[in-house]
């Protein structure tokens, strides 16, 4: 939930009288004299919160707060608080009721003045700030004076159910007791079908009040809607009037002006007509021709200087290929001459191989013939007659003879294949393939060589015919520009004289033009009768949007007005038919009563006192470590970091330990100022982890003892808290003011 912020205080209240206080929603300064009722304002806020106590008598030294607060005037005490609440603004009124001060309480929404559900005299102030009024007044209220680090029984026992239970509502000894109590003053009620029965008529209710709430805030939406847009409509309704009146004037300012502007450029024209005259040119068709000449002879210079590179690069790139291409192997040919003379050569070797291999298959076949041949005779001539005869001499005269003709065709074969590998030998490969792939390589480089050369000559031509084409256009551009400046020389000189040229040219016809402009524009505006206009038109603010931005504006308003008064009037009928809010709300209240009795009856009372009997062992320590932790966190803000670390003991005294040190220091070992910084940091950092709802904080002169730096530096810390937490800062004193002067967000009152 947002954190409630105070938008209106009206009090009649001790020395005020129907005194109004509206703070900003962040930071507010607040300056006032001494006994200029700046505690006064901070009671009256804890007064309607939490009312007067009617029981409290005065005491020596002492009055009551429903006698010292009683109105100066003799007028009754009363008072008016208007509140951000969550999403929506509530208004608290407290005044005498009899006898009774501050007797009378309403809560209301304020656009609606519908009542706030749940809202009373006795719980306003714990409901919105989430504390009791002890709590809430020693942890949300800052003075300079009292600042002794004493304990209060509440506020300790707050501190100590922080630690104990996570939350900031009841602590273990009070919930041990409670459930005790209720163990021993009641017994589980058995009965069925009550509860769901509560819960059904319950959410029928909650959901009917929910409509209700929902309508209503509809309402109040609407109507707020309504007024701001019916003010909208009167504002652009004066606007749309201011622009025709801003009109007329703009006329008589724009012929002022226009007068002055055409007297301005005709003497301009004269001065420049009388030194084009002196000075005779050719006309600007002419001169823009010769700049583009110039310009392009310019561009030919960079191609031919581009050129000349690429020619370099070129003639390098066709030399590297030239010499790559050569091959010892290919002397003085083509790429398809050296791949036609490969193929040949691999012709010839392999018909060389296979007449040597068809040589050496017959000496095989002539040696296994004379072989099986002699022998078979021997054979047979052995079988006949057992001895060696004619027969035998046949057959060995035939396997020398077959033996003979096998060595003649071996050594045919051999020969054949020396032939073949000779036919190689030339161009250092063993294999025609190899030798074939040699000549194609050769063929890519050779080819390669030539697309280089090639290329080369043609950046030379583009090269020639580019400095050809600079030559003629720089001969033509100096004629041309000798004509009105004989002492030109060089392309520098040219684009110098050409400039000047243009320029005077420029200038004439600009001037020309802007006077005949300012001429035809005097006669148009002397044609609307601009002088009366002018006499009769007041000063006047300028409008924030332009005339037809301000009618289109003016028209949205009036139809979306119509839409929001039809919507207004039937969500107001819809209110009306849906019942009585307080009947309603009582009737919640009843069965939320009923219903949680009904509920705590039935639970197992015993298991719950385990559960926080075993929770309750966790409590180590008196008071919470992030206490500690967030006080010292804001003192070494409040101190320039010289104390970084705080600790509280079971009292509240507080100690500190300085940067560097190791023992700490407690309050009577401080000045002044230090103990009123150690007071500023426990006090926001109890406020911090005991107000959860985070309301606003109210310092009375809590900074007047600081010096200058800590003071800045408090000031920064309150600014940033008040980012999430709406802080009131009453001072008599003026450094605070100069301290804040241009801080953003700063609400700056004087009382």
């Known amino acids: 939930m947002k954190p409630i912020k105070i938008k209106s205080m009206t009090a009649t209240f001790g020395k005020l009288e129907k005194a109004r206080l509206e703070p900003g929603p962040g930071l507010t300064l607040i300056h006032a004299p001494n006994e200029g009722g700046k505690s006064t304002w901070a009671a009256f806020w804890r007064a309607m919160l939490y009312g007067i106590d009617t029981r409290d008598r005065d005491k020596k030294g002492y009055l009551a707060d429903k006698n010292h607060y009683q109105p100066w005037s003799g007028a009754p005490m009363e008072g008016e608080i208007t509140l951000e609440y969550g999403s929506r603004d509530i208004t608290i009124r407290r005044g005498p009721r009899g006898n009774t001060p501050f007797g009378f309480f309403s809560a209301v929404y304020t656009k609606t003045q519908a009542p706030v559900p749940g809202l009373t005299a006795s719980n306003c102030g714990e409901l919105l700030t989430g504390a009791g009024q002890e709590v809430f007044t020693r942890s949300a209220f800052l003075g300079d004076s009292g600042l002794s680090l004493t304990s209060a029984p509440e506020l300790e026992r707050r501190i100590a159910a922080l630690v104990t239970s996570g939350g900031e509502e009841v602590s273990f000894s009070q919930a041990m007791n409670r459930l005790k109590d209720w163990k021993n003053r009641r017994q589980v009620n058995r009965s069925v079908g009550e509860i769901p029965k509560l819960e059904g008529e319950l959410y029928q209710v909650r959901e009917a009040l929910e409509q209700l709430e929902e309508v209503t805030l509809q309402i109040s939406q609407l109507e707020g809607e309504q007024a701001a847009l019916e003010k909208k409509r009167d504002t652009l309704s004066h606007q749309a009037q201011a622009h025709r009146l801003l009109a007329q004037k703009e006329l008589a300012d724009r012929y002022t002006r226009v007068s002055e502007a055409y007297q301005t450029a005709q003497t301009q024209l004269e001065t420049l007509e009388r030194e084009q005259s002196e000075h005779p040119i050719p006309d600007r068709e002419a001169l823009k021709k010769a700049q583009g000449d ?323 062992v966790q409590l180590q320590e008196r008071f919470s470590p992030e206490l500690n932790r967030l006080a010292g966190e804001y003192m070494a803000r409040l101190t320039g970091n010289k104390y970084p670390a705080v600790s509280l003991t079971r009292d509240l005294e507080g100690f500190v330990r300085e940067e560097g040190g190791v023992l700490p220091r407690g309050a009577l070992w401080l000045s002044r100022g230090t103990v009123d910084q150690l007071y500023l940091a426990v006090r926001l950092a109890v406020c911090r982890l005991c107000l959860p709802s985070r309301p606003p904080i109210m310092l009375d002169d809590a900074l007047v003892s600081f010096d200058d730096q800590r003071l800045a530096q408090a000031l920064e810390l309150l600014w940033e808290l008040s980012g999430k937490q709406q802080l009131l800062l009453f001072t008599c004193q003026r450094r605070e003011s100069e301290l804040l002067a241009n801080v953003p967000g700063v609400t700056k009152l004087e009382l």
């Open 294 to 616: 110039l310009q392009y002879i310019k561009a030919l210079e960079e191609e031919i200087k581009q050129g000349e590179t690429a020619l370099k690069e070129a003639e390098e790139a066709a030399a590297k290929a030239k010499e790559a291409a050569e091959d010892e192997r290919f002397p003085d040919m083509t790429g398809e001459e050296a791949v036609t003379r490969a193929e040949a050569a691999g012709t010839t070797y392999r018909a060389a191989v296979e007449r040597g291999a068809r040589k050496n298959r017959r000496a095989w076949l002539l040696q296994i013939a004379g072989v099986l041949g002699g022998g078979t005779l021997i054979a047979v001539q052995f079988i006949q007659r057992g001895q060696l005869g004619l027969l035998s001499g046949l057959g060995l005269g035939f396997y020398a003879l077959m033996t003979l003709l096998t060595i003649v065709a071996l050594k045919a074969s051999k020969k054949l294949r020396t032939q073949a590998d000779e036919s190689l030998s030339a161009y250092h490969v063993p294999t025609p393939e190899e030798l074939t792939a040699k000549a194609q390589d050769y063929r890519e480089r050779w080819q390669a060589a030539e697309k280089a050369a090639q290329e080369a000559e043609v950046v030379q031509n583009a090269l020639t015919e580019r400095k050809g084409k600079r030559d003629t256009a720089k001969s033509e551009l100096l004629d041309f520009v000798h004509a009105f400046a004989p002492e030109v020389r060089d392309l520098f000189g040219c684009s110098a004289a050409l400039s000047r040229a243009l320029n005077l040219d420029h200038e004439l016809a600009m001037a020309r033009d802007r006077t005949e402009e300012r001429r035809r524009r005097l006669e148009d505006l002397e044609a609307q009768g601009v002088w009366p206009a002018a006499r009769a038109v007041p000063e006047l603010p300028l409008p924030d949007l332009g005339p037809e931005d301000t009618d289109r504006a003016l028209a949205r308003a009036a139809d979306r007005l119509e839409e929001v008064a039809a919507q207004l009037n039937q969500a107001v009928g819809t209110r009306q038919a849906m019942g009585d809010p307080a009947a309603l709300s009582a009737r919640r209240e009843e069965l939320e009563t009923t219903l949680e009795r009904r509920r705590m009856e039935a639970e197992a009372l015993s298991l719950a006192m385990e559960v926080l009997t075993q929770a309750n």
